[in-house]
């Protein structure tokens, strides 16, 4: 087994890691490092919570720290893209402990907090800078931050990336940046617009990949639950109530829909918060602290807002409704089960989701065990009222941007499965439609079939 000091790592960064549970290096960043340290362009492809974080960040510091003095004004040495507020904190975060001892200077640039102050950090020269693509622009329109001097880029969590439209704004940014750079692209999926992304922005680069993407880890015991739109809350508060003192993660597809779910949720006394695209930065942030700190059990998000957080108490993670992009699911489920720890995932899906059922199983290239309900008959499906906004097409919440070449939801599906399809006419569920399937992991013991 490799450890960091053999990865050839500089004693400074060996001496920060030593504080840290970080004892020795992670698959994806025994196979990464190396390679980074080499100056490769690389593309890493591993599930979420594997690491990838320090993977990157690791052999980065390595190269940053040799430099030796340090960067100048407005100037930046190493950008690192991620698609949200939360992890670019997560990252900056991960920075500064890293960097701890060193001269390295890490600085972040989020959209919702002030401009001024980020221009103003950013005048003193960054070595490295952790950005949303959207702020960034508006700080290199402004002249507050060039990138001229800029060796490397790293596009973390690409795969999110492309679901926000986001090829757009990285062309802009690519732009500043000189050719002649190392590029690093990290992604828990690799759908075909990550490639052609790649192709793009990367020269040569070196593939390492730990597990197949698109996989969800092993020890999440997944399963679906067949219940109509009406009867989830009562069925989330049975599931939420079997394990008390357990941290629950729940999305939801809309920020609206979010939003009343929790105010139910803690209505009925749970100690529930919620995080979406309404909420500020700062309510965002301080619902985050409290739920990773454990003040918190229940926490409602939509995929934007909770995408790649790590927050390790996660037991249970709840598709209250289902997710309309089938990547979605891996990046939702892996939020459980993170650093060895057990989770169970939960499928709440109405008649309206089969489609989406549908897609994330054929991705997963394998069925979802039924824990409660049956298969919607085809029938169910077609009297099923639409969800509130178009499925197919609908844009990812939080992106105000209309999508880049490649940023797609998926089209509306056909909403049966064949394999399940049952005559019209069999329209409600009928316990043992579906036989239940054994050994594949499926939740000892799921709540009581509810009747209609
Ligand atoms: P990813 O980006 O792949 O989803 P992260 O970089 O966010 O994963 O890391 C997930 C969790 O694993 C974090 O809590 C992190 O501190 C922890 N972690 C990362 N590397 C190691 C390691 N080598 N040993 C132990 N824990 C680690
Ligand atoms: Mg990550």
């Given at each position: 087994m490799t450890t960091f000091a053999e990865l050839g790592l500089s004693p400074k960064l060996l001496k920060a890691l030593e504080k840290t549970k970080m004892q020795d290096p992670t698959p994806i960043q025994a196979q990464a490092i190396p390679h980074i340290m080499k100056g490769s362009d690389l593309m890493g492809l591993a599930q979420t919570g594997t690491g990838k974080t320090a993977a990157f960040g690791l052999p980065l510091l390595h190269r940053l720290l040799d430099l030796g003095h340090p960067p100048a004004p407005k100037r930046v040495r190493a950008l690192i893209l991620a698609p949200t507020r939360e992890l670019v904190n997560q990252i900056a975060e991960n920075f500064m402990v890293f960097t701890k001892g060193t001269a390295i200077k890490v600085t972040m640039v989020v959209g919702g907090a002030s401009l001024f102050k980020q221009a103003e950090r950013l005048s003193k020269g960054s070595d490295v800078l952790v950005a949303t693509p959207g702020r960034l622009i508006d700080l290199l329109e402004r002249g507050d931050v060039f990138l001229d001097d800029c060796g490397y880029l790293v596009l973390d969590e690409a795969d999110h990336m492309l679901d926000m439209g986001f090829i757009h704004s990285l062309n802009k940014i690519a732009k500043h940046i000189p050719v002649k750079r190392q590029t690093l692209l990290f992604s828990a999926t690799m759908p075909k617009d990550i490639e052609t992304l790649a192709a793009t922005y990367l020269r040569n680069p070196v593939r390492v990949q730990v597990a197949p993407p698109g996989k969800p880890i092993e020890r999440i015991v997944q399963g679906v639950y067949f219940i109509p739109n009406g009867d989830k809350a009562k069925l989330l508060e049975t599931f939420l109530k079997k394990h008390p003192g357990e941290q629950a993660l729940v999305f939801g597809r809309t920020k609206h829909g979010s939003e009343k779910l929790y105010k139910l949720l803690a209505s009925w006394g749970f100690t529930a918060g919620s995080i979406h695209g309404n909420k500020s930065q700062n309510q965002r942030d301080k619902t985050l602290s409290d739920f990773r700190e454990g003040k918190m059990d229940v926490?409602?998000?939509?995929?934007?807002?909770?995408?790649?957080?790590?927050?390790?108490?996660?037991?249970?993670?709840?598709?209250?409704?289902?997710?309309?992009?089938?990547?979605?699911?891996?990046?939702?489920?892996?939020?459980?089960?993170?650093?060895?720890?057990?989770?169970?995932?939960?499928?709440?899906?109405?008649?309206?989701?089969?489609?989406?059922?549908?897609?994330?199983?054929?991705?997963?290239?394998?069925?979802?065990?039924?824990?409660?309900?049956?298969?919607?008959?085809?029938?169910?499906?077609?009297?099923?009222?639409k969800p509130v906004q178009g499925r197919g097409g609908q844009r990812p919440q939080g992106s105000g941007r209309p999508h880049g070449a490649g940023g797609k939801p998926q089209g509306a599906k056909p909403a049966v499965r064949s394999a399940v399809a049952k005559p019209a006419g069999a329209a409600q569920p009928a316990g043992g439609a579906r036989p239940p399937r054994k050994s594949q992991g499926a939740l000892s013991r799921g709540p009581q079939r509810w009747t209609s």
């Open positions: 926490l409602v998000a939509t995929d934007v807002a909770a995408r790649g957080i790590d927050i390790p108490g996660v037991r249970h993670v709840y598709n209250y409704d289902m997710p309309n992009v089938p990547e979605n699911y891996v990046h939702r489920i892996g939020r459980t089960a993170r650093a060895g720890a057990e989770g169970t995932a939960v499928a709440f899906c109405a008649p309206a989701e089969m489609g989406e059922l549908q897609a994330i199983e054929k991705m997963l290239k394998k069925p979802i065990p039924v824990i409660g309900g049956a298969p919607w008959s085809a029938a169910a499906v077609a009297a099923a009222p």
